[in-house]
Every structure is written in structure tokens, then in C-alpha cells.
């Protein structure tokens, strides 16, 4: 058994001897670097939700493209006619794959797999349930897609019963299956189940293929006759799959599960002998044969895919999949050989993964499986699990997926559109399910603890250019990460505890610094053009500074609360410009993630994608009305800080799933970005005349005015941490080397990772958490709920480096909640008071149990917030 100390690859050798990867056609490192050189440095363990394509499958599908004329297969001249006996061959390319022949299969093809289960809800021919018959039923396996589980809507307004059986049930239904069988009823019903559980892998009997239709294995006791659908999409995607020994009725599939291109198109396999039950309505351009305008005449065409294909279909995408098949072929040798290869990754991994102990002897995983990956018979190429602590607790899939991301390993967490095979696995009730929606779960967020109890678990899949690497890439994150976390850590200076920050000095009166060369006055600027207080605001100068860390508050000795740093981010994710006072506009700290730099598709970049975004350093000169940017190598560049969004391009955005109005600052500052980055890059801006509000959170009791107004931030107008909550995870992240020294994150570089607006000191560590509200002079704030954080804590804002040990750490200490800071929201801006928030500041906490006491503090303090 591989444990805590076992080397890595140990299990190779020890479990499984026989191992070889690859195929006999061509080497699998060679595949690798020459078809797929876009994974050098990435460990995709996600082929169970998409799988790749290889490179010469892209080149030769375009090059095909340009070497011939593809028209609308509807039409009779020479390019139509070339496009429709392509796609013709096509489908005869698809049955050859199924081993199945055109006398006994049609192909429809589809949008998807959860196109063709659509079809097949809408086109069955159910009998309604009524005073002369018990009606068609329609079965289907806990162990379900949700998009076989939708199908029952669709059902039911036919008047039809659906029943869901467990496998655990229908493996013991062969006994009254033959009970059930009554050769004189035709009552047709239908049963569905998955070839392989996208959920686990498991692969259920082919076999009860031919039993259900025979009657000797029911799904429920009513006379009738049963037809199959089986869900072969996660199926095939790595394993043959023989309709001459397996006859189903209807098979759904989808091509980019198989060989990653073209997504958005699948097929239906039909059986021909069912073809001519299927029922049609809505018929459209290319399935008649012949109808009238004026009077309900209709005649379909004679070939099923002719009735079912409404309108041209994608038949670019179909020639597609031709070159799916011929790369498929040429680089592994067929299915079979697919199929060997990514199952034994798959038991490879497995076994290592469920020897794998802690020191106290519990386990570091647990692995959700009806099988012991004995055979690719009964298990697919699919692990799933949850990881736990030493005390068996388990770990959010939400955080394994951040950490995960940091060692750029892409797996997938959640219940992965399985809710049957979830709730099962993880014993989760009906209620249960119930009560987690209640409290704001829904399908895909990141809540992935209620009351300690897991509400989905973590997948790794394996496709048919896998790796032993990826395999032992993955094996070694998680001992690192769960087993050995020190080996990770990165030493770092010690931190000055001085106690003071450079902004307190010059707060203070004390100049600790020469005048910077962005120094400038702050002209009282309108209303109307920056959306600050009607009331004018003085001058005041704004320089970037550097602080030093700053020393613990004992628990027993409050002191006060104050404002020690002032941070805006100009640009999203890029550097922060820090400020001893600034000016509050409508969305918070003016220009404070005005801007974001998004890529060619128009997608906000963020340093989870691209780390160099912290080496872009902004500065505002609020007299000059620009904004300079700085970047190591590159010349400063200026851009206004008011464009006319009138005159430039205004295109829409989205920023954590808000649509945002936003323009383009220009080619000048797009080049620039460009070349830093060495790919295509767009600055773009918040148009002034849009308005994203801020959003209630699920049982948020109180919220700020429905007025409130958010910039490009993502949850919130400020975001505030507390130093003695920075130290306290600071002593958690020290080392001693191997003299005993005390070596540790400097200060500084912690409260930098946390990206927030506000610093202050003068508290207990996380005691912002219990906070209401805070006031600083006549400004009022309200605390809007913790920030969850993500992996981008684990970079260094000055290097771009990442170091996992910060959230691993953080994660450990805080209950595996991943919670730092605070965000909040104003209440009101009173007009007649100050619209700056200094340095120095006194802040005025709003406790949850003490609210009025310390409302009458803030009342009786002098308006000025400048200190």
C-alpha cells in the first residue's frame, strides 16, 4: 500500500505491472507534442465533460473547407450536391463506427445528445393514462443526465407516468419480469438508462438491453411492450459500442465527448423498426414532401432523418466529424484501444488514490464508486471522490478546485448534472436537497459545505491522449497538498513589525518619503462629471506609498480603530494605486475598477488567467485628468480619464455574470497591452450613462438602497481588511529554517495578495466578521457579508508568482471557509459633509449586539474624515 511516505510513481511499479500507455500507431509522448502542444504545462482531467481534438483534425477539416465548395445540401446544384453526399457518407461513417448497418439504423442528427432526448420525449408514441387503459409509462435510472430527467415534463403534459428505478432495484427485476410479460398488450413504454454514469463511471449491462425488451427484466410490473433509449454519450466517448449485439431502440450521442470537435452537434440513432412509431408536429424547410398554404395538407418525407431534421442542417459541422473519425482512427488504432488505455490510467489512479493515508491512518479521500475498477466492463475512465481531512471531514470540492487551479490541473466539481447518482453517493435526502436551495444553493456555485456536509464531490476523467504524467501530476498535487503542505512553502523575509506603515507617518505629520513624481493637487472637481457629493471638496495630494507591516493588537487591548492604508485598483486585477486620501464617488473610491482589460473575444481578463495583470501598474492624476500606466519594459503610456464614451466603440461585457456597458479606450493604449502581454488585448471602460446595481444576497435581511451602484468590482463598492487578521495568518505561515530562525511572509506582501480597499488596525483579528456596519466620521458603511476567496491570493502582487501555501493555509485556519475580509456598501452619502476618506481615520465598528451604542458614538464625532 502506497501511504504517507511513498515515493512518487511507486504505485506504478507495485499495482500495476503491466502497464503500457500509449498505441501501437504512434508514441504517446509524441502524440502529445506534436497534437496537442496546446496541454504543455497543463493537467486536463475534465475529457468526461469535453474532450480535446487533435491538431492535424482541425487542420485537415479546414483544409477540406478550402479546398472544396460545401452549399445548402437543399438545393440541386454541384456544391449542394457535394454537401449532401458527404453528409451521406457521413452518416454511413457513424453506423460503421456503432457497427451497425443502414437496413437496421437511421441517423438523426441533432444539437446535442440533449437535443435527441428532447426529440425522442416529444416523438414517442405515449398513450395517455385514461378510463380504459393504465397509459404508457416512461422509466428511467436515478443514474440519470438531467437532461433524461427533463424528459418527464415533457411527458407529463401528455398525461403519461414517469418512475424513477434504482439500479439497485432493477438488477433485481428479472424475477418479475416475467410476471409482467404479457405478449397481447402492445401499451408501448419506454425505458432509459446510461451506458456509463457520467457521475462514477460505472458502466452498466448492455445485456439489459434485450432483457427489458423481452420482458424478462422490467422495470415495473405493468403489461405492455418496452422499447430502450440508452444514453450512450459519456459511453462512447472511450469505449466501442456494438448495436449489431446490442440492439437499443434509441441511442443519443454527442461527437465532441468522442473527439472534442464540433461541439453543439449529435445524433440520434434509430432503429428502424421503431422509426415509423415516431410522432411529428411542427414540421420544417426540407422534411415535407409535399403541403398546402391554404388548408392543413402535409406529407412528410419518407426517410426518418428527412421527417426529423427540420430546416438545413449543420452541415459544416457534419463534414466535421468525418475528420473526427479518420484522426480518431489514424492516432490510436479504434475504440478498443481507447478504451484499454484510459481505463487502465483510471485503475492506475484509483488505486493510488484510495491507499493514500494520513499519518493517524484515516483516509485522504473517499471515492465514490460501485465498483473496484476491476474491468472496463463494468468501470469507465472516471473517478470520483471528495477529499478529507485527518479527522474524516470532508473538504469543500470548492477549495480542491482552487488549489487544484493553482497547480494548473482543470478537473470538475459540483454534481455534475447527476443529481440521482449525487444524492446516492453522498446520501443526500430529498429534504435535504430541498433545504440547501432554501439556503441559496443551486446547481454549479461554489457552496460546496451546509452544515458540514458536502453538497457535491470532485471528478477526474481521463481521454484518449492521457498520460501516466497526468495521472502522477494529479497523484502529487494531492499528497502535497493534503499530506506533505510544507513541502510547498516558500520562505520569505521576515516581516518589519515596526508598527507603523509609511501612509500612518505621513498621517502623522511625519515625511518618510520624497515627493513622488506622481504628486499632484486634486482640484475640486463637478458633480456631474465624476458622480461625487453635490457639496465641493478640497484639494488634497495623492501620491503611491509604501507601507511597512504593522504590529499585533494583544486580544485583551482594543485601542482604536483606524484607518492605516488606502488602496484603489484603477484597472481590474492589475496593481493597486495606494493613496493617504482620496475622493468617494456613487461606486465607491473614485475610478476604483473604472477600467479592465479584456481579451479579443472581449472577456475580462483577471490574474487567475493572467498573472502579469499585477506587473501593469495604474497611477491617477486627478488634476491632469489621466491615468498613467506603468509595466516593466515598456514606456508609460496616458489615457484620459473622462473619453468621450459617445464617440468611441460601446460594447457590453459581463462581470461576474452582470452585463456591463463599457467602451474602448483607444488602439494607442490596446497595442500596448498587446505587446506586454504578447496577444491581443483591449482596455475598456464603465460607460457613465450605465448603472449596474448591486445585488441582494440570498438571505441578506437588510441591504443598502436599491440605489446603490456597483463599478467593475465584483460583489461589492469596498472591500476591508483588518492588519491583526493579516497577522494572525501571517504566524500561521511562518517557518523556522534550519537555524531557527523565524522566517515569514512580510506583511506588506500579505495585504497586497488581499487586493483590498481599506486597511485598518486597532482590532482583534476577524472581529470585522461580527459586524454590522462601521462609520468613519460622517461616512456609514455597511458590512455586506465576508469575501470568499479565490486561488488569486496565492499570487505575489510584485513578482506574479504563485505560492499555494497562503490559502492552503487559510483554508486550514479558517474552517475551510477561505473567508478574509469584509465588503461594504454605503448606506448614504450626506452632502453636507466631506467626501474624502483619509489615512488616520478613526473607525467606529457597528456590533451586532451593541448597534445603538455605537451609533450614538458615531453621532456625537466631528464630521471632518480627514483627521
Not at 473538504?395 to 440521482?420: E, P
Not at 507603523?500 to 499632484?520: I, K, L, N
Not at 504578447?678 to 435581511?701: E, T, W, Y
Request: net charge neutral; charged share 20%; hydrophobic share 35%.
Amino acid at each position: 500500500m502506497a501511504g504517507v511516505g511513498a515515493e512518487p510513481g511507486a504505485e506504478l511499479r507495485v499495482l500495476a505491472p503491466g502497464f503500457a500507455q500509449g498505441y501501437r500507431q504512434c508514441n504517446l509522448h509524441e502524440l502529445r507534442a506534436r497534437e496537442f502542444r496546446r496541454l504543455a504545462g497543463t493537467v486536463y482531467l475534465d475529457h468526461a465533460g469535453a474532450t480535446l481534438f487533435a491538431q492535424s483534425q482541425l487542420a485537415n477539416f479546414t483544409k477540406d473547407l478550402m479546398d472544396n465548395v460545401y452549399g445548402n445540401p437543399h438545393s440541386q446544384n454541384t456544391s449542394s450536391k457535394l454537401t449532401h453526399d458527404t453528409v451521406e457518407q457521413v452518416r454511413y461513417r457513424i453506423l460503421a463506427h456503432f457497427h451497425a448497418s443502414p437496413e437496421d439504423y437511421s441517423v438523426i442528427f441533432t444539437a446535442g445528445c440533449t437535443a435527441a432526448l428532447k426529440l425522442v420525449a416529444e416523438a414517442f408514441p405515449w398513450v395517455s393514462q385514461g378510463p380504459e387503459s393504465s397509459g404508457s409509462h416512461f422509466c428511467y435510472l436515478t443514474d440519470s443526465h438531467t437532461s433524461v430527467v427533463g424528459m418527464r415534463k415533457a411527458i407529463m403534459a401528455m398525461g403519461v407516468t414517469f418512475i424513477p428505478v434504482r439500479p439497485e432495484d432493477l438488477r433485481l427485476a428479472e424475477k418479475r419480469g416475467a410476471a409482467a410479460c404479457d405478449p397481447d398488450c402492445q401499451l408501448p413504454h419506454l425505458f432509459c438508462y446510461p451506458a456509463q454514469s457520467n457521475f462514477s463511471g460505472t458502466r452498466y449491462p448492455l445485456s439489459w438491453i434485450a432483457e427489458v425488451k423481452a420482458g424478462r427484466r422490467s422495470p415495473v410490473s405493468t403489461p405492455g411492450k418496452w422499447f430502450v433509449l440508452l444514453d450512450a454519450a459519456s459511453y462512447v466517448s472511450t469505449s466501442p459500442l456494438d448495436l449489431s449485439a446490442h440492439q437499443a431502440d434509441l441511442v443519443p450521442i454527442s461527437f465532441y465527448k468522442i473527439f472534442g470537435f464540433p461541439t453543439g452537434l449529435g445524433a440520434l440513432l434509430v432503429h428502424n423498426r421503431v422509426a415509423p412509431l415516431l410522432r411529428k408536429t411542427y414540421f420544417g424547410g426540407g422534411t415535407a414532401a409535399a403541403y398546402l398554404v391554404g388548408e392543413d395538407f402535409y406529407v412528410p418525407r419518407s426517410s426518418v432523418a428527412e421527417r426529423f431534421e427540420d430546416g438545413t442542417i449543420s452541415f459544416l459541422d457534419v463534414i466535421a466529424v468525418k475528420h473526427g473519425f479518420d484522426t480518431l482512427e489514424r492516432l490510436t488504432g479504434g475504440m478498443e484501444n481507447i478504451q484499454q488505455h484510459t481505463f487502465s490510467l483510471a485503475r492506475y489512479t484509483y488505486t493510488a488514490l484510495s491507499s493514500l493515508r494520513y499519518p493517524n491512518g484515516a483516509p485522504v479521500v473517499r471515492i465514490y464508486s460501485d465498483t473496484e475498477f476491476s474491468s472496463p466492463e463494468v468501470q469507465g475512465p472516471i473517478i470520483n471522490f471528495n477529499v478529507l481531512d485527518d479527522n474524516g471531514d470532508v473538504i469543500g470540492y470548492s477549495q480542491v478546485d482552487k488549489m487544484a487551479c493553482l497547480h494548473n490541473i482543470h478537473l470538475r466539481t459540483g454534481c455534475f448534472c447527476n443529481t440521482g447518482a449525487c444524492q446516492r453517493h453522498l446520501q443526500i435526502s430529498n429534504e435535504m436537497v430541498k433545504k440547501h436551495h432554501q439556503a441559496g444553493h443551486v446547481c454549479g456555485d461554489n457552496v460546496d459545505l451546509i452544515d458540514g456536509q458536502p453538497t457535491g464531490s470532485v471528478r477526474i476523467s481521463f481521454g484518449y491522449m492521457s498520460t501516466l504524467e497526468d495521472a502522477q501530476a494529479f497523484l502529487t498535487f494531492i499528497r502535497a497538498t493534503w499530506l506533505h503542505p510544507a513541502a510547498g512553502h516558500t520562505t520569505h523575509p521576515a516581516a518589519d513589525a515596526s508598527g507603523r506603515g509609511a501612509a500612518q507617518d505621513r498621517a502623522a505629520g511625519q515625511d518618510t518619503s520624497s515627493p513622488s513624481p506622481r504628486e499632484g493637487a486634486v482640484p475640486a472637481l463637478a458633480a456631474a462629471a465624476v458622480g461625487l457629493c453635490p457639496a465641493p471638496c478640497e484639494a488634497v495630494g495623492a501620491q503611491p506609498t509604501t507601507s511597512s507591516g504593522a504590529a499585533p493588537v494583544p486580544d485583551g487591548d482594543l485601542g482604536t480603530h483606524v484607518v492605516t492604508n488606502i488602496y484603489l485598483y484603477p484597472i481590474k486585477s492589475c496593481a493597486a494605486f495606494e493613496v493617504s486620501r482620496w475622493p468617494i464617488g456613487k461606486q465607491g473610491l473614485l475610478y476604483d475598477r473604472s477600467w479592465m482589460v479584456v481579451n479579443h473575444n472581449g472577456i475580462c481578463l483577471s490574474q487567475k488567467q493572467e498573472p502579469r495583470l499585477c506587473l501593469i501598474r495604474p497611477f491617477i492624476h486627478l488634476q491632469h485628468r489621466v491615468m498613467v500606466i506603468e509595466a516593466k519594459g515598456m514606456e508609460p503610456i496616458e489615457v484620459p480619464l473622462e473619453g468621450s464614451s459617445e464617440q468611441a466603440q460601446v460594447c457590453q461585457s459581463k462581470v461576474c455574470a452582470d452585463r456591463v456597458n463599457t467602451y474602448d479606450c483607444g488602439e494607442k493604449i490596446s497595442n500596448w497591452l498587446s505587446r506586454f502581454f504578447g496577444r491581443p488585448c483591449h482596455l475598456i471602460k464603465q460607460s457613465s450613462s450605465f448603472q449596474r446595481n448591486a445585488k441582494k444576497k440570498h438571505g441578506q435581511d437588510q441591504f443598502p438602497a436599491a440605489t446603490a451602484t456597483l463599478s467593475l468590482v465584483n460583489e461589492a463598492q469596498y472591500l476591508l481588511v483588518n492588519r491583526s487578521s493579516v497577522w494572525e495568518l501571517q504566524q500561521q505561515l511562518s517557518t523556522s529554517d534550519e537555524n531557527g530562525r523565524q522566517e515569514s511572509f512580510p506583511m506588506q506582501d500579505l495585504i497586497s495578495r488581499f487586493r483590498a480597499n481599506i486597511i485598518i488596525s486597532g482590532t482583534r483579528a476577524f472581529e470585522e466578521e461580527n459586524w454590522d456596519g462601521i462609520s468613519v466620521g460622517s461616512l456609514h458603511f455597511q458590512v455586506v457579508g465576508p469575501c470568499h476567496r479565490c486561488q488569486m491570493i496565492c499570487i505575489d502582487q510584485k513578482t506574479g508568482q504563485r505560492n499555494q501555501d497562503v490559502f492552503q493555509k487559510l483554508s486550514e485556519s479558517r474552517k475551510r471557509q477561505v473567508n478574509f475580509g469584509v465588503y461594504l456598501m454605503h448606506t448614504s452619502l450626506d452632502s453636507s459633509s466631506p467626501c474624502f476618506l483619509s489615512v488616520g481615520s478613526q473607525v467606529l465598528p457597528v456590533l451586532k449586539e451593541n448597534v445603538q451604542h455605537h451609533d450614538l458614538l458615531a453621532s456625537e464625532k466631528p464630521q471632518d474624515v480627514s483627521s
